[in-house]
């Protein structure tokens, strides 16, 4: 089955700077690539997510990068700020397995003020 | 539109008993997936729902069962709860995409029940 990655498992960075999280899949048919947001005692929030038809894609201070060759996909946080504090999880999915999201372990990202 | 509800929000259960968990998926959603998180094993797909069908199934024993109601509302149960089952579980609703396809589906989650087996 699908294997998902992710490094690094805590990320310390300044306010305003820029933090990186990195995924790597498996499943070369995985297609749906969403990242999510948990702060503590709250459920996971979805904040991007890109589709193998698509490189890149931004919102904001927020961007994500897939590479199908190298089947990795990359968040970018820049002008990170206090509230950025959060765990984040990437996850890996395909059309044939419906819904069936495959997590990495999480990233603990602490923002300085 | 309303999220995804959870209830009951907190459960505590001795080694042996059952419990049931009820999810209710965001209005006009159709599919609900049920996930466990825990410290050690971070996430992981317990089941999914989609018009009353399973329709995909992680890797927990039999134990573990769902169903979904045909207002979308979906259930899990548990039975002969173990010490290792104590842990937020989360589901999760999304809508097909356009033209019915079922390969573009946003998940959102709930709150999630925090259950802890004693």
């Known amino acids: 089955g699908e294997n998902v990655e992710q490094h690094p498992s805590t990320l310390s960075v300044q306010e305003g700077d820029s933090a990186v999280i990195k995924c790597t899949y498996s499943?070369?048919?995985?297609?749906?690539f969403p990242w999510y947001k948990q702060e503590l005692g709250k459920r996971p929030q979805l904040i991007i997510d890109i589709r193998s038809n698509v490189g890149e894609k931004k919102d904001q201070r927020i961007a994500v990068t897939l590479n199908k060759t190298a089947k990795h996909f990359s968040l970018h946080i820049t002008e990170t700020q206090p509230e950025d504090s959060a765990v984040y999880f990437c996850a890996a999915s395909k059309a044939a397995a419906g819904n069936k999201l495959t997590f990495g372990g999480g990233t603990r990202v602490l923002v300085k003020p | 539109k309303a999220g995804v509800t959870q209830t009951p929000r907190y459960l505590i259960k001795t080694r042996g008993q059952q419990v049931t968990l009820s999810c209710s998926p965001i209005s006009g959603h159709r599919s609900v997936s049920w996930y466990q998180q825990t410290p050690g094993q971070g996430l992981q797909f317990l089941f999914e729902y989609f018009s009353e069908t399973q329709r995909n199934k992680g890797n927990f024993p039999g134990r573990f069962s769902g169903r979904q109601f045909s207002n979308s509302r979906s259930e899990m149960n548990v039975s002969t709860l173990e010490l290792g089952d104590s842990a937020l579980y989360l589901c999760?609703?999304?809508?097909?995409?356009?033209?019915?396809?079922?390969?573009?589906?946003?998940?959102?989650f709930g709150p999630g029940t925090r259950l802890l087996v004693l």
């Open positions: 999760a609703s999304s809508s097909p995409g356009g033209g019915g396809r079922a390969d573009w589906e946003t998940q959102y």
């Open positions: 499943d070369s048919a995985s297609n749906y």
